[in-house]
């Protein structure tokens, strides 16, 4: 009996349909069949998929486990009496992992995640042998992949806290709530992320969770965090809070508030069909290809342009100016 290596068991495993999440469970089953040559003749192998989640509310992301089966045909010698080489299909090994998936919203339209390992580096998952040890040196010790990315149907009501009162996403947010597209570069201290206007929501921000528009940011002392989408870069310093109003589906309104403290941007391009505007409490910032510096400090809002130009529009007075690279400007509820 020869067993055969598979080193790609984790290289083709999203399914052609989208993952059903119905009333905060998912409960689903794949199989993927891939091929591999023994000289001139093609054999398969069945990787079966069992995936089992649920909501977490707290954390806004589905998690549970996967199970994976994995089936092959492996040669047993060659038959005298057939006059043919013999081929068995073995079933290889199973292996449980305990997964989690991206931060996620409820009933997001086109919401697409992804799901991986929660311990990629521990060797948490458990494998349970259906063939000799010996004949098994190809089975993985751990799931270190990642599965998707997958698209994402809700299906009957949202999930609600143990309280009743719903999604945190469901609490004080204004429009559609949707992928922004912005995703943290860097975070230095202590950076944390609430959604919409829910005051108990923050969690501490992490380089792969998903920004979502109405998403609050906020850095403490001594903390940076860098915030880049496709068009803009975003440095926030120490003591700082913005609110993400913006997504790429978006063609107007696109808004990034600077409630209160120092951010630098470097907007690389204005949104197709629309404008990206810097709203600060005493100011509004027109922006197009430009650094800047805008900061939001005891009821003043100030700007410095670094390079290119920037339209500064005082909210008491309602009076506009463009400032050029080298220039500052600032703004108060008294004079603008």
């Known amino acids: 009996m020869v067993p055969l290596k598979n080193d790609s068991l984790f290289s083709c495993e999203t399914p052609p349909f989208p993952l059903q999440v119905r009333d905060g469970i998912l409960t689903q089953q794949w199989s993927i069949n891939k091929t591999w040559q023994w000289g001139n003749k093609e054999l398969p192998t069945l990787f079966n998929f069992s995936l089992d989640c649920r909501y977490d509310i707290r954390e806004d992301r589905l998690k549970g486990q996967l199970v994976v089966d994995e089936y092959d045909y492996w040669y047993m010698g060659w038959n005298e009496s057939t006059k ?35 311990y990629p580096q521990r060797g948490m998952c458990a ?72 005051p108990d929501g923050w969690r501490i921000a992490k380089h792969d969770m998903v920004i979502y528009t109405n998403d609050r940011i906020e850095t403490g002392e001594k903390s940076w965090a860098v915030i880049s989408d496709p068009r803009s870069v975003y440095t926030m310093k120490p003591e700082s809070e913005v609110i993400i109003k913006f997504s790429l589906t978006l063609k107007e309104e696109n808004v990034l508030v600077l409630m209160y403290g120092n951010l630098m941007a470097n907007i690389k391009r204005t949104i197709k069909e629309g404008a990206l505007d810097i709203q600060l409490g005493q100011a509004v910032l027109g922006t197009k290809g430009t650094t800047f510096v805008a900061e939001e400090r005891n009821g003043i809002s100030r700007l410095k342009v670094i390079e290119g130009e920037v339209k500064f529009r005082s909210k008491a007075t309602g009076e506009t100016q463009l400032v050029k690279a080298g220039e500052e400007i600032y703004a108060d509820k008294k004079k603008g």
């Open 127 to 198: 494998v349970k042998y259906h063939v000799d040890k010996e004949y098994a040196e190809s089975i993985p010790q751990s799931f270190s992949g990642i599965l998707g990315p997958f698209k994402v149907v809700w299906l009957g009501y949202k999930p609600t806290r143990s309280d009743g009162t719903g999604s945190s996403y469901d609490e004080g947010c204004e429009g559609q709530v949707e992928d922004s597209g912005a995703r943290f570069d860097q975070i230095i201290g202590e950076v944390e992320v609430r959604p919409c206007d829910d």
């Open 84 to 118: 043919k080489r013999e081929w068995k299909l073995v079933h290889k090994f199973t292996l449980t992992c305990e997964v989690v998936s991206d931060y996620i919203v409820p009933n997001a339209e086109g919401l697409v995640v992804k799901i991986r390992d929660i």
